[in-house]
């Protein structure tokens, strides 16, 4: 267990290594949820729009569940009972890597809250859209999600990795129970959609992608250090 955690924390350096003012920006941007609302009012305006507000809440309630799933799962069981720093608060790392801001996250890292619902969230989308593009975007996202936590010094490789399968076993239990609903109701339950509503799909996410993209190289341009984006956001030390 000891060179299992050192390998760990010897991959989470060398991440965590790479770094700059822009970057600073980006990830601060990626990592908080709120960043991603375009993307996720447009996904459920196109949904509704296409299926009507029924199917559209019972695709907001699936991904509740999971998020729901994942997160009590990850935070009140798991990092409690397995009590592993993060490396943002291990003593033996803090003078060492790079953080943004002063954000060091909550004390215990493993699972990654963060993993678990964003690929909770992916893998259960691309289980209900049942298309090859659409899913490796969604999986591309969740990773973009996760590269930022290494990146803002707050998991472990192993985190995130463990934060993942807990996602993909969240949204595999609540997909399961839309299954067992569709065969008792197809009318509520049948949320199929085409190839040309998810290309649709697939535009909203890079929209959002290239809005933070640009909002950070904004930031970066008009501010000489890195805490201009977390300062706005009101991402502090905590």
Not at 96 to 105: E, K, P
Not at 167 to 176: K, L, P
Not at 186 to 215: C, G, H, K, P
Request: hydrophobic residues 55%.
């Amino acid at each position: 267990m000891d060179t299992l955690q050192q390998f760990d924390a010897n991959i989470f350096t060398s991440i965590n290594g790479w770094h700059a003012l822009y970057f600073d920006n980006l990830m601060v941007l990626v990592t908080v949820v709120a960043t991603w609302l375009p993307m996720i009012l447009m996904l459920l305006y196109m949904i509704c729009r296409k299926k009507g507000w029924r199917k559209m809440l019972v695709v907001l309630l699936a991904v509740g569940l999971v998020i729901l799933i994942a997160d009590q799962v990850s935070a009140s069981i798991i990092k409690p009972a397995v009590a592993r720093l993060r490396p943002s608060r291990n003593p033996d790392l803090q003078a060492t890597i790079h953080t943004v801001n002063g954000y060091i996250g909550g004390m215990y890292g493993f699972v990654s809250s963060h993993a678990a619902n964003c690929f909770g969230i992916a893998i259960l989308l691309a289980f209900i859209f049942k298309n090859r593009a659409f899913t490796w975007f969604m999986i591309a996202w969740a990773s973009l999600m996760c590269y930022s936590r290494l990146y803002l010094g707050v998991h472990y490789p192993g985190d995130i990795v463990c934060g993942a399968i807990l996602g993909v076993v969240a949204a595999w239990i609540v997909y399961s129970i839309l299954k067992l609903l569709k065969k008792k109701n197809e009318q509520w339950f049948d949320i199929s959609f085409t190839q040309s509503e998810t290309r649709q799909m697939i535009y909203a996410l890079i929209a959002n992608v290239a809005l933070l993209a640009l909002i950070a190289a904004i930031m970066t341009l008009l501010f000489e250090h890195s805490t201009a984006i977390p300062d706005l956001l009101g991402i502090h030390k905590r």
